[in-house]
């Protein structure tokens, strides 16, 4: 893939110095050796930090599915919305009116009735699922 045996680097996309927002000036073609200079601006997914690119992986490979994604990181399911929810934000997308309220519960593995039924009712749990989390 790379001429040269040359391993690539990351993209950063903050200035480690004042952490302003950094622009790619130059791109190099692998296979003829085309450069073009210029100011070239990332789009919003390779500006993520690595926490929250890992994350989108982990969503898309779970194909959306939040009980999916709470079993494959092992948290719990508003750690999942709250994650979400910062993703969405990072990406300059409404996380919507819950965004507050799963951020201020990240750390809490309790979800409250009205989560739980809000969950139920988007169909992301089971009656059965739903039940058994009300009765804990």
Known sequence: MFRNNKKANRLISECPVCSGQLSVTHLRCNECDTELNGVFMANEFARLPQDKLEFLRTFLSCRGNLK???????????TVRGRLDQ???SLGM???AYAGEAAAAEDDDHESREEILAALERGELTVEEAESRLRD
């Open 68 to 78: 999916e994604v709470e079993s494959v990181l092992n948290i719990s399911y508003p």
């Open 94 to 96: 409404d996380g919507g």
């Open 87 to 89: 993703l969405l934000a």
